[in-house]
């Protein structure tokens, strides 16, 4: 199996050969060029990564709704500062991971 990218849109297709048109875009199969090796090879070994920072942003955004549920709630100073700091928290580790994605696709580890 090969990795094949649309020089059109980006979007990756992996098979034997080039897909008759871009399933995004709709560009001929002439747009599409066999990723090297060592880039096909990045591509795979980051979609694993990929997925492991996209499941902490969902946990991050549940623990944010947690703690607010909690906020609401305002039973005492000290827990509301727990959950204040929790969210503030869930915020910072769901940006890292963003972050994390942004370069990998940057890097064309997508």
């Not at 709704?65 to 906020?71: F, K, Q």
């Amino acid at each position: 199996m090969m990795l094949w990218k649309c020089s059109v849109c980006g979007f990756l297709h992996e098979g034997d050969a080039a897909p008759e048109k871009c399933p995004k875009c709709g560009a001929p199969k002439e747009a599409f060029a066999v990723l090297p090796e060592a880039d096909a090879k990045k591509v795979y070994d980051a979609d694993r990564t990929n997925d492991i920072h996209m499941e902490i942003i969902k946990l991050s955004m549940k623990i944010s709704e947690l703690a607010r549920e909690g906020i609401k709630i305002n039973l005492d100073p000290p827990c509301l500062a727990v959950f204040q700091h929790a969210n503030d928290e869930a915020w910072v580790i769901k940006q890292r991971s963003k972050a994390e994605i942004a370069g990998h696709v940057g890097k064309g580890k997508w």
